[in-house]
Nanobody, 125 residues
Framework: QVQLVESGGGLVQAGDSLRLSCAAS????????AGWFRQAPGKERELVAA????????YYTDSVKGRFTISRDNAKNTMYLRMSNLQPEDTAVYYC??????????????????WGQGTQVTVSS
């Protein structure tokens, strides 16, 4: 059974940077599309960034373009989200997810079938 475990969240000030990690255990996930989502209090879970199985293709939601970078190291079975110039509106629980049915970009939340437990990111002004 595959498990995804996020780490790297925390409390930072506006303008700071963080790097989130998502480590997979139990099975290699290098064949799967993957992504990072976030959910703020009272809001729906939204896609932040997505990446193809190979890591060669990426997608970002408009609000994080130029500030966030998604990447993966398939040899380490780990995915990353580098976040820079963080703003209070980035405050949320961040989740990593994988779509075990295909290798391309998946933007539909409901297409992901593996989820981590989430890590809190709080940005103070």
């Amino acid at each position: 059974q595959v498990q995804l475990v996020e780490s790297g969240g925390g409390l930072v000030q506006a303008g700071d940077s963080l790097r989130l990690s998502c480590a997979a255990s139990g099975r290699a996930v290098s064949r799967y599309a993957a992504g990072w989502f976030r959910q703020a209090p009272g809001k729906e879970r939204e896609l932040v960034a997505a990446i193809t199985a190979s890591g060669g293709g990426t997608y970002y939601t408009d609000s994080v373009k130029g500030r966030f970078t998604i990447s993966r190291d398939n040899a380490k079975n780990t995915m990353y989200l580098r976040m820079s110039n963080l703003q209070p509106e980035d405050t949320a629980v961040y989740y990593c997810a994988a779509d075990t049915t295909q290798r391309g970009i998946r933007t539909d939340l409901h297409g992901y079938d593996l989820w981590g437990q989430g890590t809190q990111v709080t940005v103070s002004s």
